[in-house]
């Protein structure tokens, strides 16, 4: 079964708006990363939030972690037509040998 | 440096043939992962090598799938008689060991089973 759960399952917004993206997983997490796919082929990493960490930036990301809540939320501030992407969260299997992602968040930026 | 390669980049088969899928990792990543991407049932977990480790196959939905890794490097994913149900995309990750649990993906490989 899936570990993360994002919602919204797609989200649609135009240029220059925030776009926040929700996940949800079961288990207890080391990490919890956030991945983009582009017209369903390769992900790329976007960012890494560690399990003693609340909120970590990388440019336009903000990442927040709760780990009380088991959630996590991706904020893309300022979007951008090139944002259009699906988004992933993703968090280790129990043995450490494999990223379990959430079905993803599509999202639609119109300029 | 290049990133992780896979061939081809799509593959249209028979229902009943095999196939093979390459995956080329990052030179130097000892750890490399296979997953499934399907309408129906997401990003999957497949199959995970490490150095010269057992590999973990837990993911590998029927025994109709196999995966090798030689050398510790290319591996190939292999589908005997395919069936209509493995349409996907087949995305094949690399990482250093020890390097954390970022996973770099190649451009996957669409199979479609007519």
């Known amino acids: 079964s899936q570990q993360g759960e994002e919602d919204p399952q797609a989200l649609s917004i135009q240029e220059g708006e925030n776009a926040t993206m929700n996940c949800s997983y079961k288990?207890?997490?080391?990490?919890l990363q956030w991945y983009r796919q582009n017209s369903g082929r390769g992900l790329v990493h976007l960012i890494l939030?560690?399990?003693?960490?609340r909120e970590k930036h990388s440019g336009r990301l903000r990442v927040t972690l709760d780990t009380s809540k088991k959630s996590s939320s991706l904020l893309i501030t300022a979007s951008r037509a090139a944002d259009t992407a699906s988004y992933f969260c993703?968090?280790?299997?129990?043995?450490?040998?494999?990223?379990?992602f959430g079905k993803g968040t599509t999202l639609s930026v119109s300029s | 440096g290049a990133g992780v390669s896979q061939s081809p980049s799509n593959k249209v088969t028979e229902k009943g043939k095999d196939v093979e899928l390459r995956c080329d990792p990052i030179?130097?990543?000892?750890?490399l992962y296979w997953y499934r991407q399907s309408l129906g049932q997401g990003l999957e977990f497949l199959i995970y090598?490490?150095?010269?480790?057992?590999?973990?196959k837990s993911g590998l939905p029927s025994d109709r799938f196999s995966a090798e890794r030689t050398g510790g490097s290319v591996s190939t994913l292999t589908i005997q008689r395919t069936q209509q149900e493995d349409s996907a995309v087949y995305l094949c990750?690399?990482?250093?060991?020890?390097?954390?649990?970022?996973?770099?993906f190649g451009p996957g490989t669409r199979l479609t089973v007519l």
């Open positions: 993703a968090t280790s299997n129990q043995a450490g040998t494999a990223l379990i």
């Open positions: 288990t207890s997490i080391n990490n």
């Open positions: 939030i560690r399990s003693n960490e």
């Open positions: 030179s130097g990543h000892t750890a």
């Open positions: 090598f490490q150095g010269n480790s057992a590999p973990d």
């Open positions: 990750a690399s990482k250093l060991a020890g390097g954390g649990d970022t996973q770099y």
